[in-house]
């Protein structure tokens, strides 16, 4: 089975121009002129077509002579977080209350607009507003814990009852009073070498895993609300820092199995394909047909596929690690492509 699979010149390039995330980890550009190599997303002066060559890996381009942008930094992880963000979300974290405006930044000796960029381009909203989805997440948990509402109004850092309810209800859809009923669903944004995915958590543990570019996401999402009667918003979960952890060792290809704690609801017959997909060896591959025969549901191949294709948390459930009885790559929701990389991953073909 031939695993590597380049795009086309014309395809990267376009990906390039575009500065799209959805082929990071699918090509490395050079440019001819200037001796560099740079990710799909570099935001540097983009080369004319002929100046600029692909490959599938960094270490192709390194082989070739070519060097790192330093714009970039093509070498380091996607996901890796500076220093100075780093310890922003602690400080929130220990002191969830606070308010850091820009003038507090600083005085850091942060530029606003630098933090603002980050927290837009990993997680879709300004760092102001990550704030307050963090007070409003530490408000629902106080709630949750029996606390009344008052306490947990002023406690999250807010200014006034009426302010804290009117923004707990735009954001749960009921008021602080109504909200014990529910469950809270912490999202977060992952980069990896196979372009950004989202993770969703709840205390019993992750319950989505899916690439930001998989079709039909936001069914996904409301489907899994509705199943926990949650309300999904952007936040850190205690699940989401040993996820990070033991991702970026899969992808540097020191780790073959997973231990973080997972929550997947569905139907009985889903539970157990989506149980039965975590048997599968790391390396190996099971067609529809065995997955069934594992089973002991032998004529239920087309109802174990599209269970299979049910399965909202990828990777960690390895519904890549099963293909078509003749040998061929069959659907997978987060493209061929990625299935491809993450077999040719697990059998060592693949440059972590």
């Known amino acids: 089975m031939e695993f590597l699979l380049l795009p086309s010149p014309v395809e990267c390039y376009q990906a390039l121009v575009a500065k799209d995330s959805s082929y990071e980890g699918r090509f490395i550009a050079a440019v001819k002129t200037t001796g560099i190599f740079c990710r799909p997303t570099c935001t540097a002066r983009k080369p004319k077509p002929e100046n600029v060559e692909f490959f599938a890996t960094a270490k192709e381009a390194l082989l070739q002579g070519y060097r790192p942008c330093k714009v970039c930094v093509p ?25 850091i405006t820009d003038q507090a930044l600083r005085e850091k000796g942060l530029e606003p607009a630098t933090v603002r960029r980050w927290f837009l381009r990993q997680h879709g909203i300004t760092f102001q507003a990550y704030q307050r989805l963090n007070r409003i997440n530490v408000a629902f948990k106080k709630l949750q814990r029996g606390e009344s509402v008052t306490a947990a109004a002023f406690d999250s850092g807010y200014d006034s009852l009426s302010g804290f309810q009117d923004s707990f209800k735009a954001v749960f859809g009921v008021s602080p009073r109504q909200s014990r009923e529910q469950q809270l669903i912490q999202l977060t944004r992952l980069e990896t070498p196979l372009g950004t995915m989202l993770a969703c958590a709840n205390e019993q543990g992750i319950c989505l895993l899916e690439f930001t570019d998989r079709r039909m996401l936001e069914n996904e999402l409301k489907d899994l609300a509705r199943r926990l009667n949650a ?20 992808f540097a290809g020191t780790r073959q199995e997973f231990t973080v704690p997972l929550c997947t609801p569905g139907t009985e017959f889903q539970q157990a394909v989506w149980q039965e997909l975590q048997t599968i060896p790391y390396g190996t591959t099971r067609s529809y047909g065995q997955q069934a025969l594992a089973l002991q549901r032998p004529s239920a191949v087309r109802a174990v596929a599209t269970a299979n294709g049910m399965n909202r948390v990828a990777i960690l459930i390895p519904c890549h690690r099963v293909i078509g009885a003749d040998g061929h790559l069959t659907g997978y929701a987060g493209g061929l492509w990625r299935k491809q990389w993450l077999l040719a991953l697990e059998a060592g073909k693949q440059e972590a």
């Not at 070498?75 to 308010?99: C, D, G, H, M, Y």
């Not at 979960?237 to 899969?250: V, W």
């Open 231 to 250: 309300t999904i918003i952007q936040g850190e979960n205690s699940h989401f820092s040993l996820l990070r952890t033991q991702l970026a060792e899969y």
């Open 75 to 99: 070498l380091q992880a996607a996901a890796s977080t500076p220093a100075f963000i780093q310890r922003l979300l602690e400080e929130l974290s220990q002191q969830p209350a606070v308010k």
